[in-house]
Protein backbone atom coordinates (compact mmCIF):
# COMPACT_ATOMS: atom_id res chain seq x y z
CA UNK A 1 0.00 0.00 0.00
CA UNK A 2 1.32 3.48 -0.66
CA UNK A 3 0.81 6.72 1.14
CA UNK A 4 0.88 9.97 0.11
CA UNK A 5 1.59 13.20 2.12
CA UNK A 6 0.53 16.59 1.72
CA UNK A 7 2.24 19.38 3.93
CA UNK A 8 0.01 22.54 4.29
CA UNK A 9 1.13 26.35 5.15
CA UNK A 10 2.68 29.02 3.28
CA UNK A 11 5.73 29.28 5.67
CA UNK A 12 7.01 25.85 4.42
CA UNK A 13 7.66 27.16 1.07
CA UNK A 14 9.98 29.95 2.55
CA UNK A 15 13.26 29.55 3.64
CA UNK A 16 12.67 30.02 7.11
CA UNK A 17 10.48 26.76 7.69
CA UNK A 18 11.23 23.41 7.35
CA UNK A 19 8.56 20.48 7.01
CA UNK A 20 9.85 17.91 8.90
CA UNK A 21 6.28 16.33 9.53
CA UNK A 22 6.44 14.38 6.91
CA UNK A 23 10.20 13.29 7.52
CA UNK A 24 8.25 11.67 10.94
CA UNK A 25 5.43 10.35 8.94
CA UNK A 26 7.45 8.80 6.48
CA UNK A 27 9.63 6.80 9.20
CA UNK A 28 6.53 5.90 11.09
CA UNK A 29 4.66 4.67 7.59
CA UNK A 30 7.75 3.00 6.63
CA UNK A 31 7.95 0.74 9.71
CA UNK A 32 4.01 -0.25 8.49
CA UNK A 33 5.76 -1.70 5.53
CA UNK A 34 4.03 1.32 3.63
CA UNK A 35 5.68 3.46 1.13
CA UNK A 36 5.72 7.02 0.87
CA UNK A 37 5.38 7.40 -3.04
CA UNK A 38 4.81 11.20 -3.31
CA UNK A 39 4.35 14.48 -0.53
CA UNK A 40 4.41 18.11 -1.79
CA UNK A 41 4.00 21.62 0.42
CA UNK A 42 1.07 23.59 -0.68
CA UNK A 43 1.03 27.10 0.19
CA UNK A 44 -2.34 28.09 2.17
CA UNK A 45 -4.47 28.87 -1.26
CA UNK A 46 -7.76 26.75 -1.47
CA UNK A 47 -7.84 26.11 -5.42
CA UNK A 48 -4.51 24.71 -5.47
CA UNK A 49 -5.06 22.69 -1.85
CA UNK A 50 -8.10 20.95 -3.08
CA UNK A 51 -6.79 20.32 -6.55
CA UNK A 52 -3.37 18.49 -4.52
CA UNK A 53 -6.27 16.68 -2.11
CA UNK A 54 -8.05 15.55 -5.12
CA UNK A 55 -5.32 14.11 -7.12
CA UNK A 56 -3.85 12.08 -4.03
CA UNK A 57 -7.20 10.69 -3.91
CA UNK A 58 -7.05 9.33 -7.60
CA UNK A 59 -3.55 7.55 -6.95
CA UNK A 60 -2.74 6.93 -3.26
CA UNK A 61 -4.22 4.50 -0.80
CA UNK A 62 -3.42 6.54 2.02
CA UNK A 63 -3.41 10.57 2.25
CA UNK A 64 -1.96 12.51 5.07
CA UNK A 65 -2.36 16.14 5.33
CA UNK A 66 -0.67 17.71 8.02
CA UNK A 67 -1.09 21.59 9.06
CA UNK A 68 -4.45 24.23 8.42
CA UNK A 69 -6.27 23.02 10.93
CA UNK A 70 -5.69 26.10 13.08
CA UNK A 71 -8.95 28.86 13.73
CA UNK A 72 -7.94 31.77 11.16
CA UNK A 73 -8.56 32.38 7.43
CA UNK A 74 -5.95 30.91 6.15
CA UNK A 75 -6.26 27.23 7.83
CA UNK A 76 -8.20 26.19 5.02
CA UNK A 77 -7.05 22.01 5.10
CA UNK A 78 -11.01 21.08 6.19
CA UNK A 79 -12.18 23.17 3.35
CA UNK A 80 -10.05 22.16 0.87
CA UNK A 81 -10.62 18.03 1.55
CA UNK A 82 -14.37 18.87 2.15
CA UNK A 83 -14.60 20.50 -1.70
CA UNK A 84 -12.19 18.10 -3.27
CA UNK A 85 -14.40 14.78 -1.78
CA UNK A 86 -17.99 16.78 -2.66
CA UNK A 87 -18.47 16.30 1.13
CA UNK A 88 -20.27 18.95 3.64
CA UNK A 89 -18.66 21.01 6.53
CA UNK A 90 -20.99 20.10 9.56
CA UNK A 91 -20.65 21.93 12.87
CA UNK A 92 -20.45 19.86 15.98
CA UNK A 93 -21.42 21.91 18.57
CA UNK A 94 -19.59 19.08 21.35
CA UNK A 95 -16.32 20.19 19.62
CA UNK A 96 -16.62 23.69 20.32
CA UNK A 97 -18.08 22.95 23.62
CA UNK A 98 -15.25 21.13 24.47
CA UNK A 99 -12.92 24.06 23.03
CA UNK A 100 -14.77 26.43 25.14
CA UNK A 101 -14.14 24.07 28.71
CA UNK A 102 -10.88 24.44 27.36
CA UNK A 103 -10.33 27.86 26.89
CA UNK A 104 -11.76 28.46 30.17
CA UNK A 105 -9.63 26.26 31.82
CA UNK A 106 -6.79 28.60 31.32
CA UNK A 107 -8.99 31.45 32.57
CA UNK A 108 -9.50 32.43 28.64
CA UNK A 109 -12.34 33.31 26.25
CA UNK A 110 -13.05 31.34 23.31
CA UNK A 111 -12.98 33.99 20.83
CA UNK A 112 -15.93 33.16 17.51
CA UNK A 113 -13.13 31.73 15.34
CA UNK A 114 -12.22 29.00 17.30
CA UNK A 115 -15.46 27.90 16.05
CA UNK A 116 -14.15 27.16 13.02
CA UNK A 117 -12.74 24.27 14.45
CA UNK A 118 -15.70 22.49 15.51
CA UNK A 119 -16.62 21.95 11.69
CA UNK A 120 -16.58 17.95 10.61
CA UNK A 121 -16.34 16.73 7.21
CA UNK A 122 -19.33 14.72 6.39
CA UNK A 123 -18.71 10.87 7.38
CA UNK A 124 -15.27 11.80 8.53
CA UNK A 125 -14.67 10.57 12.54
CA UNK A 126 -13.28 12.93 15.00
CA UNK A 127 -9.24 12.44 15.87
CA UNK A 128 -9.04 14.15 19.34
CA UNK A 129 -6.73 16.74 20.49
CA UNK A 130 -4.92 16.52 23.41
CA UNK A 131 -2.22 19.03 23.04
CA UNK A 132 -3.44 21.59 21.22
CA UNK A 133 -6.81 23.05 20.07
CA UNK A 134 -6.86 21.78 16.52
CA UNK A 135 -9.19 18.72 16.47
CA UNK A 136 -8.25 15.97 13.66
CA UNK A 137 -10.05 14.06 11.39
CA UNK A 138 -9.81 10.70 9.77
CA UNK A 139 -11.76 10.25 6.65
CA UNK A 140 -12.69 6.89 3.90
CA UNK A 141 -13.30 7.83 0.55
CA UNK A 142 -12.89 6.53 -2.92
CA UNK A 143 -11.20 3.26 -1.78
CA UNK A 144 -9.24 5.74 0.42
CA UNK A 145 -8.11 6.95 3.83
CA UNK A 146 -7.30 10.55 5.04
CA UNK A 147 -5.77 11.54 8.03
CA UNK A 148 -6.17 15.44 8.55
CA UNK A 149 -3.50 16.35 11.46
CA UNK A 150 -2.25 19.42 13.16
CA UNK A 151 1.28 21.28 11.93
CA UNK A 152 2.09 21.19 15.51
CA UNK A 153 4.99 18.81 15.25
CA UNK A 154 4.52 17.75 18.96
CA UNK A 155 0.62 17.61 18.59
CA UNK A 156 0.83 16.15 14.81
CA UNK A 157 3.13 13.08 16.50
CA UNK A 158 1.07 12.64 19.51
CA UNK A 159 -2.40 12.08 17.26
CA UNK A 160 -0.70 9.76 14.81
CA UNK A 161 0.94 7.75 17.40
CA UNK A 162 -2.45 7.29 19.53
CA UNK A 163 -5.38 8.00 16.80
CA UNK A 164 -3.80 6.74 13.43
CA UNK A 165 -1.18 4.22 14.28
CA UNK A 166 -3.85 1.65 15.67
CA UNK A 167 -6.34 2.36 12.79
CA UNK A 168 -4.01 2.20 9.88
CA UNK A 169 -2.21 -1.51 11.21
CA UNK A 170 -6.01 -2.75 11.13
CA UNK A 171 -6.30 -2.85 7.23
CA UNK A 172 -2.64 -1.70 6.09
CA UNK A 173 -1.30 -5.24 4.73
CA UNK A 174 1.81 -6.28 7.00
CA UNK A 175 4.68 -5.97 4.54
CA UNK A 176 8.48 -5.81 5.60
CA UNK A 177 10.83 -3.13 4.11
CA UNK A 178 14.88 -4.04 3.99
CA UNK A 179 17.49 -2.20 3.20
CA UNK A 180 20.88 -2.49 1.94
CA UNK A 181 23.10 0.27 1.70
CA UNK A 182 26.54 -0.34 -0.21
CA UNK A 183 29.54 2.43 -0.31
CA UNK A 184 32.00 2.57 -2.54
CA UNK A 185 34.56 4.87 -3.59
CA UNK A 186 37.34 4.90 -6.60
CA UNK A 187 34.98 5.46 -9.25
CA UNK A 188 32.88 8.13 -10.96
CA UNK A 189 28.66 7.09 -10.91
CA UNK A 190 28.34 6.84 -14.48
CA UNK A 191 31.29 4.12 -14.58
CA UNK A 192 29.01 2.32 -11.26
CA UNK A 193 25.77 2.41 -13.38
CA UNK A 194 27.12 1.23 -16.05
CA UNK A 195 28.51 -1.77 -14.14
CA UNK A 196 25.60 -2.34 -11.77
CA UNK A 197 22.45 -1.67 -13.91
CA UNK A 198 22.28 -4.95 -16.02
CA UNK A 199 21.65 -6.57 -12.72
CA UNK A 200 19.66 -4.29 -11.00
CA UNK A 201 17.37 -3.52 -14.30
CA UNK A 202 15.70 -6.59 -14.09
CA UNK A 203 13.83 -5.96 -10.82
CA UNK A 204 10.97 -3.68 -10.05
CA UNK A 205 11.66 -4.64 -6.22
CA UNK A 206 14.05 -4.12 -4.80
CA UNK A 207 14.00 -0.07 -5.65
CA UNK A 208 17.48 0.43 -6.51
CA UNK A 209 18.80 4.46 -5.97
CA UNK A 210 22.56 5.43 -6.59
CA UNK A 211 23.75 8.78 -4.58
CA UNK A 212 27.07 10.22 -5.07
CA UNK A 213 28.96 13.36 -3.46
CA UNK A 214 32.06 13.92 -2.69
CA UNK A 215 33.89 10.94 -4.54
CA UNK A 216 31.68 8.35 -2.50
CA UNK A 217 29.35 6.24 -4.23
CA UNK A 218 26.29 4.66 -2.40
CA UNK A 219 23.63 2.34 -3.82
CA UNK A 220 20.15 1.76 -1.89
CA UNK A 221 18.19 -1.32 -2.27
CA UNK A 222 14.94 -1.51 -0.69
CA UNK A 223 12.90 -4.67 -0.98
CA UNK A 224 9.02 -4.62 -0.18
CA UNK A 225 7.58 -8.28 0.58
CA UNK A 226 5.36 -9.65 2.93
CA UNK A 227 8.07 -11.09 5.15
CA UNK A 228 11.09 -10.21 7.00
CA UNK A 229 12.64 -13.55 5.52
CA UNK A 230 11.41 -12.81 1.76
CA UNK A 231 13.11 -9.40 1.99
CA UNK A 232 15.89 -10.35 3.00
CA UNK A 233 16.48 -13.06 0.23
CA UNK A 234 15.58 -10.91 -2.04
CA UNK A 235 18.18 -8.15 -1.53
CA UNK A 236 20.41 -11.04 -1.03
CA UNK A 237 19.70 -12.26 -4.64
CA UNK A 238 20.75 -9.32 -5.94
CA UNK A 239 22.90 -7.45 -3.79
CA UNK A 240 25.24 -10.80 -4.17
CA UNK A 241 25.86 -10.05 -8.03
CA UNK A 242 26.16 -6.01 -7.43
CA UNK A 243 28.93 -7.19 -4.57
CA UNK A 244 31.03 -9.40 -7.04
CA UNK A 245 30.94 -7.03 -10.01
CA UNK A 246 31.95 -4.12 -7.13
CA UNK A 247 34.98 -6.06 -5.82
CA UNK A 248 37.54 -4.23 -3.80
CA UNK A 249 35.55 -1.13 -4.69
CA UNK A 250 33.05 -1.74 -2.50
CA UNK A 251 34.30 -0.78 1.37
CA UNK A 252 30.80 -1.26 3.18
CA UNK A 253 27.90 -3.90 3.48
CA UNK A 254 26.13 -1.82 5.81
CA UNK A 255 26.27 2.19 4.80
CA UNK A 256 29.39 2.85 7.15
CA UNK A 257 31.35 5.95 5.67
CA UNK A 258 35.13 5.19 4.62
CA UNK A 259 36.34 6.66 7.96
CA UNK A 260 34.78 4.51 10.13
CA UNK A 261 35.48 1.38 8.03
CA UNK A 262 39.16 2.13 7.93
CA UNK A 263 38.68 2.77 11.63
CA UNK A 264 37.86 -0.33 12.39
CA UNK A 265 40.08 -2.26 10.15
CA UNK A 266 42.77 -0.50 12.16
CA UNK A 267 41.47 -1.63 15.62
CA UNK A 268 40.85 -5.22 14.34
CA UNK A 269 44.66 -5.11 13.98
CA UNK A 270 45.33 -3.39 16.91
CA UNK A 271 47.04 -0.69 14.78
CA UNK A 272 46.99 2.94 15.01
CA UNK A 273 47.53 6.16 12.45
CA UNK A 274 48.98 9.38 12.07
CA UNK A 275 48.65 11.94 9.43
CA UNK A 276 50.62 14.61 7.99
CA UNK A 277 48.93 17.08 5.82
CA UNK A 278 49.64 19.92 3.64
CA UNK A 279 46.87 20.92 1.18
CA UNK A 280 44.16 19.12 3.20
CA UNK A 281 44.81 21.13 6.18
CA UNK A 282 43.60 19.15 8.93
CA UNK A 283 41.15 17.68 7.10
CA UNK A 284 42.22 14.00 7.21
CA UNK A 285 42.44 14.36 10.81
CA UNK A 286 39.12 15.88 10.99
CA UNK A 287 37.46 12.89 9.42
CA UNK A 288 39.31 10.57 11.95
CA UNK A 289 38.02 12.44 14.66
CA UNK A 290 34.59 12.85 13.72
CA UNK A 291 33.68 9.32 14.70
CA UNK A 292 33.60 8.78 18.22
CA UNK A 293 36.31 6.22 19.97
CA UNK A 294 38.60 7.12 17.12
CA UNK A 295 40.99 7.70 19.93
CA UNK A 296 41.72 3.97 20.12
CA UNK A 297 43.34 4.20 16.66
CA UNK A 298 44.18 8.14 15.66
CA UNK A 299 47.27 9.11 17.56
CA UNK A 300 46.90 12.82 16.11
CA UNK A 301 49.46 14.72 13.54
CA UNK A 302 50.60 17.68 11.86
CA UNK A 303 49.70 20.34 9.24
CA UNK A 304 52.72 21.22 7.83
CA UNK A 305 51.91 23.77 5.11
CA UNK A 306 54.84 25.75 4.88
CA UNK A 307 58.15 24.22 3.75
CA UNK A 308 59.99 24.56 7.36
CA UNK A 309 57.35 22.87 9.27
CA UNK A 310 58.05 20.04 6.56
CA UNK A 311 61.85 19.92 7.33
CA UNK A 312 61.29 20.70 10.88
CA UNK A 313 58.52 18.83 12.64
CA UNK A 314 58.69 15.84 9.69
CA UNK A 315 62.20 15.75 9.24
CA UNK A 316 61.81 16.14 5.40
CA UNK A 317 65.43 16.74 3.79
CA UNK A 318 65.58 20.41 2.95
CA UNK A 319 68.15 18.64 -0.61
CA UNK A 320 64.37 16.79 -1.54
CA UNK A 321 62.58 20.09 -0.97
CA UNK A 322 64.73 21.93 -3.13
CA UNK A 323 65.43 19.23 -5.83
CA UNK A 324 61.66 17.86 -6.11
CA UNK A 325 59.60 20.19 -4.44
CA UNK A 326 57.11 20.67 -1.93
CA UNK A 327 54.31 18.89 -3.92
CA UNK A 328 55.75 15.73 -5.24
CA UNK A 329 56.42 11.92 -4.89
CA UNK A 330 59.82 12.31 -3.01
CA UNK A 331 58.44 14.97 -0.40
CA UNK A 332 54.98 12.70 -0.03
CA UNK A 333 57.10 9.67 1.02
CA UNK A 334 59.60 11.79 3.65
CA UNK A 335 56.55 13.44 5.34
CA UNK A 336 54.62 9.98 5.63
CA UNK A 337 58.03 8.22 6.96
CA UNK A 338 58.67 11.17 9.21
CA UNK A 339 55.26 11.01 10.86
CA UNK A 340 55.44 7.70 11.43
CA UNK A 341 58.59 7.91 12.91
CA UNK A 342 57.81 10.68 14.94
CA UNK A 343 54.88 9.86 16.87
CA UNK A 344 55.01 5.71 17.14
CA UNK A 345 52.23 5.07 14.93
CA UNK A 346 51.88 1.33 13.11
CA UNK A 347 51.18 3.58 9.75
CA UNK A 348 51.21 7.20 8.45
CA UNK A 349 49.35 9.01 5.67
CA UNK A 350 50.84 12.03 4.34
CA UNK A 351 49.40 14.97 1.65
CA UNK A 352 51.23 16.96 -0.10
CA UNK A 353 49.27 18.89 -3.13
CA UNK A 354 48.44 22.02 -5.04
CA UNK A 355 44.38 22.42 -3.85
CA UNK A 356 44.24 25.72 -6.57
CA UNK A 357 42.79 27.81 -7.69
CA UNK A 358 46.73 29.50 -7.86
CA UNK A 359 50.13 28.21 -7.82
CA UNK A 360 49.84 25.62 -10.49
CA UNK A 361 52.51 25.38 -13.59
CA UNK A 362 52.61 23.09 -16.78
CA UNK A 363 54.28 20.16 -15.51
CA UNK A 364 52.67 20.47 -11.41
CA UNK A 365 48.65 21.74 -12.06
CA UNK A 366 46.02 22.38 -9.71
CA UNK A 367 44.57 19.22 -8.52
CA UNK A 368 47.95 17.41 -8.57
CA UNK A 369 48.32 15.71 -5.48
CA UNK A 370 51.13 13.45 -3.57
CA UNK A 371 49.75 10.87 -1.22
CA UNK A 372 52.15 8.46 1.10
CA UNK A 373 51.13 5.56 3.22
CA UNK A 374 54.15 4.64 5.57
CA UNK A 375 53.94 1.14 7.38
CA UNK A 376 56.43 -1.60 8.74
CA UNK A 377 56.49 -2.83 4.99
CA UNK A 378 57.87 0.46 3.86
CA UNK A 379 56.30 3.46 1.58
CA UNK A 380 53.94 3.78 -1.22
CA UNK A 381 52.81 6.97 -2.83
CA UNK A 382 50.72 7.64 -5.27
CA UNK A 383 49.93 10.28 -7.66
CA UNK A 384 46.51 11.54 -8.65
CA UNK A 385 44.73 14.84 -10.63
CA UNK A 386 41.55 16.08 -9.10
CA UNK A 387 39.64 18.70 -11.14
CA UNK A 388 37.23 20.97 -9.80
CA UNK A 389 37.75 23.57 -7.47
CA UNK A 390 39.69 23.76 -4.11
CA UNK A 391 37.35 22.51 -1.92
CA UNK A 392 36.81 19.53 -4.27
CA UNK A 393 40.27 18.41 -5.05
CA UNK A 394 40.32 18.76 -0.92
CA UNK A 395 37.76 16.56 -0.15
CA UNK A 396 38.71 14.04 -3.10
CA UNK A 397 42.26 13.61 -1.80
CA UNK A 398 40.89 12.91 1.50
CA UNK A 399 38.19 10.48 0.46
CA UNK A 400 41.15 9.05 -2.03
CA UNK A 401 43.82 8.99 0.96
CA UNK A 402 41.42 6.99 3.77
CA UNK A 403 40.70 4.29 0.53
CA UNK A 404 44.76 4.12 -0.13
CA UNK A 405 44.81 3.42 3.91
CA UNK A 406 42.01 0.59 3.37
CA UNK A 407 43.63 -1.16 0.59
CA UNK A 408 46.91 -1.48 2.32
CA UNK A 409 45.10 -2.72 5.48
CA UNK A 410 43.33 -5.36 3.39
CA UNK A 411 46.39 -6.07 1.65
CA UNK A 412 45.04 -4.85 -1.47
CA UNK A 413 47.99 -2.02 -1.91
P1 LIG B 1 -0.97 25.08 11.25
O1 LIG B 1 -1.60 23.84 11.74
O2 LIG B 1 -0.89 25.15 9.77
O3 LIG B 1 -1.61 26.31 11.85
O4 LIG B 1 0.54 25.09 11.76
C1 LIG B 1 0.86 25.38 13.10
C2 LIG B 1 2.35 25.38 13.34
O5 LIG B 1 2.94 24.14 12.99
C3 LIG B 1 3.12 26.44 12.57
O6 LIG B 1 4.04 27.08 13.44
C4 LIG B 1 3.84 25.67 11.53
O7 LIG B 1 5.02 26.29 11.14
C5 LIG B 1 4.06 24.32 12.14
N1 LIG B 1 4.03 23.35 11.05
C6 LIG B 1 3.02 23.22 10.17
N2 LIG B 1 3.29 22.26 9.27
C7 LIG B 1 4.51 21.77 9.58
C8 LIG B 1 5.35 20.77 9.00
N3 LIG B 1 4.97 20.08 7.92
N4 LIG B 1 6.55 20.54 9.58
C9 LIG B 1 6.93 21.24 10.67
N5 LIG B 1 6.19 22.19 11.25
C10 LIG B 1 4.98 22.48 10.73
MG1 LIG C 1 -0.75 26.95 8.68
Not at 28 to 39: A, R, S
Not at 147 to 156: A, D, I, K, S, V
Not at 217 to 244: F, N
Request: net charge negative; proline share 4%; hydrophobic share 40%.
Amino acid sequence: MDAEIIAVGSELLTVGRLDTNSLYLTGELNNLGVEVVTKCVVGDDLARLTDAVRRAFSRSGIVILSGGLGPTEDDLTREAVAQALDRKLIFHADISDALEQRFARSGRRMSEINKRQAYVIEGAEVLPNDRGTAPGQWIAAHGAVAMLLPGPPHELKAMFEQQCLPRLTQFVPRQAIRTVFLRITGMPESDLDALISPVYKKYQNPVTTILAANGDLQVHLRARCDTDAEAIALLAEVAGPIEALLGDRLYSRIGDPLEVVVGNLLRERGATVAVAESCTGGMLGARFTATPGSSEYFVGGFITYSNALKRDLLGVPASTLEQFGAVSSQTAEAMAQGARERTGATCAISITGIAGPDGGSEDKPVGLVYIGIADAAGVVVTQRRFLGDRERIRVFTTQHALDLLRRRLQGLL
